[in-house]
């Protein structure tokens, strides 16, 4: 059930994406205590909470993300048909986080542009890293994210002037429905958007931002 203040301590009342110690209790579910940062919307599991590294390791090696599932393609399709609508020919990109099966990727390939794929656990090329990209995606991934701060920044870096940055993610519900919600079950799933947390990155950061679908963000670098 949602819990009140008086629920939780103070184990984690600094934003790791914002760093101000500004959040307030938002939930108390039985794998752990969330919080809501008031200044950019971003809703996290405490720390002390999350799998050890060698546990999330164990659970991604369950993922089946295959690039010829075609339920999968379909559903990965919800971000790269709005993203391709706006690419220049020949573009080129890199799909962030890609897991075990880089499907969107190889989708994007197919289409004629030039997508690398990166993962930290199953296509750790960090090489990769130290180029920029006409489009960069995220399917999937910014829910996991440990250090937000330093990997938003991260995918900041890799978008060349001009170039989009596409991101899904499941939109955090509100406070009574988040008991029920699937999406914090799974135990990896340690960080949760509003289309308000992605207009604070982008405020921030000075890019422009949509929303073509819902569950999907497209940043837009300026050229300038």
Known sequence: MASNASSHTTEGNTCPL????NSQPFAQLPQGNYWLCKRCHYTYLAPQYWLTASEEAKHYQLHDNRIDDPHYLKF???LSEPLVKRLPANAKGIDIGCGPGPALAHSLTQQGFTCEYYDP??????GLLNQTYDFVTA?????????PATTWQQLHRLVKPGGLLAIMTSW?????EFPQWHYPRDPTHIGFYQPDTFKWLAEQWGWQISFPVNNVCIFERPLL
């Open 18 to 21: 914002c760093h101000q110690p």
């Open 139 to 147: 399917t999937e991934v910014v829910e996991h994210l440990r250090k």
């Open 76 to 78: 990965l399709s919800r």
């Open 172 to 176: 955090r519900v509100t406070q009574d």
């Open 121 to 126: 656990l199953f296509f750790p090329n960090a």
